[in-house]
């Protein structure tokens, strides 16, 4: 988080609202630990990481839908290690992914 913590500031005294995605929970193989965390602000600029690829275009639109309606989300994305391995992918595991406005 505290890689993240001056843009935020930075985003903060522009007047941009926020939304912080955190992952809360992770489980088999996983490319970021618990913990790991993306801002993202309403006018589409990020900060920091909750995973690569697919899930973090993913997490980026649910954290827009977040700061429209103002209601936190948990979301889980994940696929077996096995499915990964056959799409081409480097893990699979699971994330669950706590996303809420900053006020």
């Known amino acids: 988080m505290r890689d993240i913590l001056p843009t935020i500031e930075q ?7 926020i939304a912080l995605a955190t992952v809360v929970r992770a489980s088999g193989s996983s490319p970021r630990p618990v913990g790991a965390k993306l801002a993202v602000t309403a006018s589409g600029r990020m900060a920091g990481s909750v ?22 989300r948990l979301v889980r994305y994940g696929i077996s290690d096995e499915m ?10 699971v994330i669950d992914v706590f996303i ?4």
Not at 65 to 71: P, Y
């Open 51 to 72: 995973s690569g690829g697919c899930v973090e275009g993913a997490v980026f639109e649910t954290a827009r839908e977040v700061l429209a309606s103002g209601q936190p």
């Open 100 to 103: 809420e406005k900053l006020l």
């Open 84 to 93: 990964a391995w056959d799409v081409g992918l480097s893990c699979g595991g």
């Open 11 to 17: 985003w903060r005294t522009e007047g941009e609202e």
